[in-house]
């Protein structure tokens, strides 16, 4: 059982993500801690709440994170991918649980600590509340699992732009420190999550068999489809935030390289992420190969298992 914290900022590819976390019976979610991205920390905060009620997993903390980043202004959330309350045109929700009275930083730091070497941290947006739990506390460098990070590209070029992938690109500093520490990081970056696409069809079959939860994904999905219709060309949607998950928990379908990463934080090419050189932090696993089939049938598997 792997326990885990998912950072996010919920989201289309987000709630993929926590709700395959609820339904894999090879994830123990620790929590949820929400970030700016997608849309504000505020509404990500909400979000987080409702996807663990929708889950009947109300039980879950959720831990509120930081509103900007650490080193630039904040840039405009991706209302034009997730829509503007961040699950496309899905209306709010008004979930009845509130967040702990504890920042996203005190939380990771506070869990890592009471569980050391169990915890594999997951940031699935910007990185700013994994760099700022390590700055309050550098002692979780040697704790945590593993940090598995959604974001970056080492060969594949930007979607944000031509160099930098989103969750990079909105705190490019915070990701640069999350990079550098001495801790083993993974990084599941658009190398990977761009191999794998899940169609219209897909989706509906979520529909059919587990009607809430795949329903509400179904529904979610809709604007997203229409985003990458739109920019990409593509019928369908990329995994982006499930893959990283699911990459915890079955290692095995994906093929890494040594490399340690460094963030371009000004210019042209800010939001990149680069082979580093002459750095002391401990190389991390890019991952370059995905079992494309195994990687898709095992989150629309997991989902179907839901209600
Ligand atoms: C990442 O950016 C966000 O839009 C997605 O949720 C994902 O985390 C992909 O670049
Ligand atoms: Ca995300």
């Known amino acids: 059982m792997e326990k885990i914290i998912i950072d996010t900022d919920p989201g289309v590819d987000d709630a993929m993500a926590v709700l395959f976390a609820c339904l894999s019976p090879n994830i123990e979610l620790v929590g949820l801690t929400s970030i700016f991205g997608n849309v504000t920390t505020d509404i990500a905060t909400r979000n987080a709440l409702a996807l663990l009620e929708m889950a009947g997993a109300e039980h879950i903390p959720v831990a509120r994170g930081a509103d900007r980043p650490l080193g630039q202004p904040a840039k405009a959330v991706a209302a034009d991918v997730h829509g503007v309350e961040g699950f496309g045109d899905v209306p709010p929700m008004s979930p009845k649980a509130a967040p702990l009275d504890e920042s996203a930083a005190d939380f990771i730091c506070r869990m890592v600590n009471t569980h050391p070497g169990e915890i594999t941290l997951c940031p699935v947006g910007p990185f700013t509340n994994i760099a700022l ?36 690109w909105q705190d490019p500093h915070a990701a640069r420190e999350v990079f550098a520490a001495d801790w083993p990081v993974t990084m599941v970056g658009l190398d990977v999550t761009h191999q794998v696409v899940c169609t219209p069809e897909h989706f509906a079959g979520l529909t059919d068999a587990a009607p809430k939860l795949g329903g509400f994904l179904n529904d979610a999905a809709q604007f997203y489809f229409a985003f990458h219709r739109k920019e990409n060309g593509i019928r369908g949607c990329h995994m982006h935030d499930p893959t990283a998950v699911i990459s915890i928990v079955r290692p095995d379908l994906f093929g890494c390289r040594d490399c340690a990463l460094d963030v371009i934080v000004d210019g042209e090419k800010i939001g990149a992420t680069v082979a580093a050189t002459g750095q002391s932090g401990s190389p991390s696993k890019v991952c370059m190969d995905i079992e494309i089939d195994a990687v898709r049938d095992l989150f629309l598997d997991t989902i179907k298992t839901g209600f």
């Open 133 to 168: 739990a390590l700055r309050q506390d550098p002692g979780i460098a040697k704790k945590v699992k593993n940090v598995t990070v959604m974001g970056g590209s080492l060969e594949e070029g930007g979607n944000v732009t031509p160099h930098a992938e989103a969750n990079i």
